[in-house]
Structures are given as C-alpha cells and as structure tokens.
C-alpha cells in the first residue's frame, strides 16, 4: 500500500467517524467543543469572583483606641502584663483619655490636673510609671483594683 493510498484510507475512516457526530464539519465541531469549555470556565470564574467577593470583608481602620493599646503594648513587652495594664486601662476609662470621674481625668484616671492635659501616650506613659513605682508590676495593680475596685 502506498503513502496516497494510506492518506486516503484514513480520511475516509474519519470522514465516517465524524458522520455521527451532528455536525458534519471538523471546525464546527472543535467551534462547538471550545464554545462548550469557554463557557464552562467562565461559569467557574464568575462563580469563584462571586463567592470570594461574599466572603471578604472591607478593611477596617484603626481606631485611636487602637494605636493606644499598641503603643501600651510597646511599652510593655510581656504580654500578661500587658494585658493587665489594658485590663486596669478599660476598667478606668475604656480606652478614652477624656473620660472624667470626679476629681480623676484621663486613660488612668489620675488626680492631677497636669495629667489631664498631657497627650494620650504621655498619659499612657505616666501611667505606666506610676504602677510600677507603688506597685511593682502591672498584674500587682491589676489584682489590687480587682480587690478594692481601684488601684
């Protein structure tokens, strides 16, 4: 057998093949299978865009209060301490360096005046120093305020 006659036996083969398929002609069925996966993978993009745009949350900002705790958090590196400090910091003034109990201003509540016109980190500071001048340490005080409801 022949190189022709090879070439033409196998395009009568696939000309009989392809007579069961319901398009007779070769680029419109490779047209209608590539229109098949196209369509497939966009149905799969979109549903995948779609479920992560469900799932994602907008960014929110930092709050004052936020940069507060990092900067106390700065200050003192072991965290139980630290956790401490923000537990006495809450329970005081939630975090606000305008709160104002009686004769008390600011993050930690103090008596002075002065204190209450410093900026929240120098309150933050102050604060700080003064646990651990009549205290010792942050989780002394804390124990302390839990006794006696303040420190």
Not at 31 to 58: D, E, F, N, T, Y
Not at 73 to 84: G, N, V
Not at 118 to 127: A, C, G, K, N, V
Request: hydrophobic share 30%; with cysteine; net charge positive.
């Amino acid at each position: 057998m022949t190189r022709r006659q090879r070439a033409h036996k196998s395009v009568d083969s696939s000309t009989y093949l392809t007579l069961l398929l319901p398009s007779s002609s070769a680029s419109e069925r490779l047209w209608a299978c590539s229109s098949l996966k196209r369509l497939v993978v966009w149905g799969v993009l979109c549903l995948c865009i779609g479920s992560l745009s469900l799932h994602m949350q907008p960014a929110s900002a930092l709050t004052n209060i936020d940069y507060y705790k990092l900067y106390a958090h700065q200050r003192i590196i072991d965290d139980k301490q630290y956790k401490c400090l923000s537990s006495i910091i809450y329970k005081e003034s939630k975090w606000d360096p305008q709160a104002k109990n009686g004769s008390h201003y600011g993050l930690g509540q103090m008596r002075s005046k002065h204190y209450k016109t410093l900026h929240p980190y120098r309150q933050i500071d102050y604060t700080i120093k003064y646990i651990r001048h009549r205290y010792g340490s942050m989780c002394n005080a804390w124990q302390f305020h839990q006794k006696r409801n303040y420190y």
